[in-house]
């Protein structure tokens, strides 16, 4: 029961072939939400959460069946992930993702090397994905976000719950 060390540690992009369903968010649409570019990011980060948690009960699967991932359609650049408990500010590398050409896509992809079949049905129920999420959004009470709906407030970033609803529903008009 002993601490045998401490520190950074740095592991290499995990690469996998595996099945994925994406949901692109068109750059006109994500350069259109009436937020700061920062808060933007943030409501990206509380729906892949939201998208994350709610798409299982559509899989009948383990949420550590799937995973989740966000890029940039048009250039094919991954984004960080936030990290507890300081969040990730993108520097100049990560500048692309506050510009007004930024398409996000979530990846929801099978947690498994060559995939096992689950996230590709999630493209025939999208409608009913976005619908459920979009409930399960304004069923929870909380204010700023929670391990619930676009998950904790200190890692989807301020007005994540916000945001996320008002992309929800732009998706769904």
Same mark, same amino acid.
């Given at each position: 029961?002993?601490?045998?060390?401490?520190?950074?540690?740095?592991?290499?992009?995990?690469?996998?072939?595996?099945?994925?369903?994406?949901?692109?968010?068109?750059?006109?649409?994500?350069?259109?939400?009436?937020?700061?570019?920062?808060?933007?990011?943030?409501?990206?980060? =509380?729906? #892949?959460?939201?998208?994350?948690?709610? %798409? @299982?009960?559509?899989?009948?699967? &383990?949420?550590?069946?799937? *995973?989740?991932?966000?890029?940039?359609?048009?250039?094919?650049?991954?984004?960080?992930?936030?990290?507890?408990?300081?969040?990730?500010?993108?520097?100049?590398? =990560?500048? #692309?993702?506050?510009?007004?050409?930024? %398409? @996000?896509?979530?990846?929801?992809? &099978?947690?498994?090397?060559? *995939?096992?079949?689950?996230?590709?049905?999630?493209?025939?129920?999208?409608?009913?994905?976005?619908?459920?999420?979009?409930?399960?959004?304004?069923?929870?009470?909380?204010?700023?976000?929670?391990?619930?709906?676009?998950? @904790?407030?200190?890692?989807?970033?301020?007005?994540?719950?916000?945001?996320?609803?008002?992309?929800?529903?732009?998706?769904?008009?």
């Amino acid at each position: 029961m002993e601490n045998v060390g401490a520190g950074d540690l740095t592991l290499p992009q995990n690469e996998m072939h595996t099945t994925a369903y994406w949901l692109t968010i068109p750059a006109q649409v994500f350069s259109s939400l009436p937020f700061d570019p920062e808060a933007r990011v943030n409501g990206l980060f =509380g729906l #892949a959460y939201l998208l994350h948690h709610v %798409s @299982p009960l559509f899989m009948m699967c &383990d949420l550590h069946d799937i *995973g989740v991932s966000i890029g940039d359609d048009v250039t094919g650049e991954s984004m960080p992930p936030r990290e507890i408990p300081q969040r990730v500010i993108p520097d100049q590398a =990560g500048a #692309a993702f506050y510009s007004s050409s930024f %398409s @996000p896509n979530i990846f929801i992809y &099978d947690n498994y090397p060559g *995939g096992i079949g689950l996230s590709p049905s999630l493209f025939d129920l999208e409608k009913k994905l976005l619908q459920a999420c979009l409930e399960t959004l304004q069923a929870c009470p909380c204010y700023e976000g929670c391990p619930s709906c676009v998950g @904790p407030a200190r890692e989807s970033g301020e007005k994540a719950k916000e945001v996320t609803e008002f992309i929800l529903k732009r998706l769904l008009e």
